[in-house]
């Protein structure tokens, strides 16, 4: 049996080798137009003004504007101290959540530092733009691992709000689009985080409280890393290793379907045609679920770490990973038969055999949130 002489292999397992050898081969491939970068990809945005470029957040410290096309990658902007683990743009502003505790604004052709946002104690791990329709005033909204969320004056910087009621980090936040006309100059705002609750927020120009009568929605039993809204439904990403669709009954909000993965499940979107429900896991893969059904449709291989993103542009998704890379998929009919069908005959070639997906026991969060340090932490070193 041969061995290594690498000193870096002395003290792993015969299993962790393998594994390493595995992601070496893996990483060679080219599915899905591979995109490089110089760090792990922690966030994507799509940009707002034009539908062939997106925004993505590195481990290195920058946030970069990726023309997807043309695989440039040139616009950079500087000035985090640490990874940046959140993005949101607008067509006037590219915001963005670091590690140094910070929310960075810059202008998006310049790339000049507009303004940064200082008031949290930890990382800064979500943050959302959103305009209170009845007075057209601009707000910011931050949630840090620190379990706390912050309100900000976007113009002036000034923090207006401090929500606390969350015991631990904040993961995700999402502004509900389908509330009650009455209530244009309120926004109301849904957060989760390292914890299982998912918990709803009442915000105006002039206070921010927990939604009144509303009860925190435990439908995920540990870590919710992505909130979204589309249609009258909301859909979670979670540790639990499910992607949920979430509707409305009597006033509570119920799981109407779960998708089983194998590993927790990072991001969760929808095509455009309402048909397709698209998440992204820590197994590396990239799936493509029948929302009519609940079942597998199929699956996007070619990242070769955990899948940290999903963007969708058109008909065309991008998926994002600690591997470095950005990969494109097209979810035209045409062209996802056609992947379908290739994937058939590579596993025949391989003599590969799918087996059902089975949910594995979570891992306790602080282990998580552990790894997540450790493997982010590489890039800074």
Not at 257 to 269: Q, W
Not at 330 to 347: C, G, N, R, V, Y
């Amino acid at each position: 049996m041969s061995r290594s002489t690498d000193p870096g292999h002395f003290f792993q397992t015969e299993a962790s080798l393998d594994e390493i050898a595995r992601k070496s081969q893996k990483a060679h491939n080219n599915k899905g137009q591979p995109i490089t970068l110089p760090s792990k990809i922690l966030a994507v945005e799509p940009d707002p003004r034009d539908v062939r470029r997106v925004y993505v957040a590195e481990s290195g410290g920058t946030v970069r504007r990726v023309v997807l096309e043309t695989g440039d990658k040139k616009h950079v902007y500087r000035g985090p101290t640490a990874p940046v683990a959140c993005l949101d743009v607008t067509p006037h502003r590219v915001f963005a959540g670091s590690w140094d505790k910070l929310i960075w604004s810059w202008d998006p052709e310049t790339r000049e530092v507009l303004k940064k946002y200082n008031g949290h104690s930890d990382f800064v791990k979500a943050v959302l733009y959103f305009m209170l329709g009845g007075c057209s005033k601009e707000l910011l909204i931050s949630g840090a691992a620190d379990a706390s969320i912050i309100v900000w004056d976007m113009s002036s910087g000034a923090k207006l709000h401090t929500l606390k009621g969350h015991t631990r980090g904040i993961q995700a936040l999402a502004l509900n689009p389908f509330e009650d006309d009455s209530l244009k100059d309120t926004a109301v705002i849904f957060s989760g985080g390292s914890e299982r609750e998912i918990k709803q927020w009442q915000i105006d120009s002039h206070k921010a409280t927990e939604l009144n009568g509303s009860e925190p929605i435990l439908e995920h039993e540990t870590s919710v890393y992505k909130i979204r809204f589309a249609g009258e439904d909301v859909w979670t990403a979670s540790a639990d290793n499910t992607a949920r669709r979430l509707v409305l009954e009597k006033g509570i909000w119920k799981t109407d379907t779960a998708f089983v993965h194998p590993d927790f499940v990072r991001d969760v979107l929808l095509d455009d045609s309402g048909r397709w429900a698209v998440t992204a896991c820590r197994d590396e893969e990239v799936r493509v679920w029948d929302i009519a059904t609940g079942k597998l449709h199929h699956t996007f291989s070619g990242h070769f770490e955990e899948v940290t993103g999903l963007a969708l542009l058109g008909q065309k998704l991008v998926s994002i990973s600690i591997d470095c890379t950005i990969r494109q998929w097209s979810l035209k009919p045409k062209d996802l038969q056609a992947a379908i069908a290739a994937a058939e005959e590579e596993a025949k070639g391989c003599g590969a055999k799918e087996e059902p997906i089975k949910p594995k026991p979570s891992a306790l969060i602080t282990e998580d949130e552990e790894r997540e340090l450790a493997e982010l932490m590489e890039d800074s070193n």
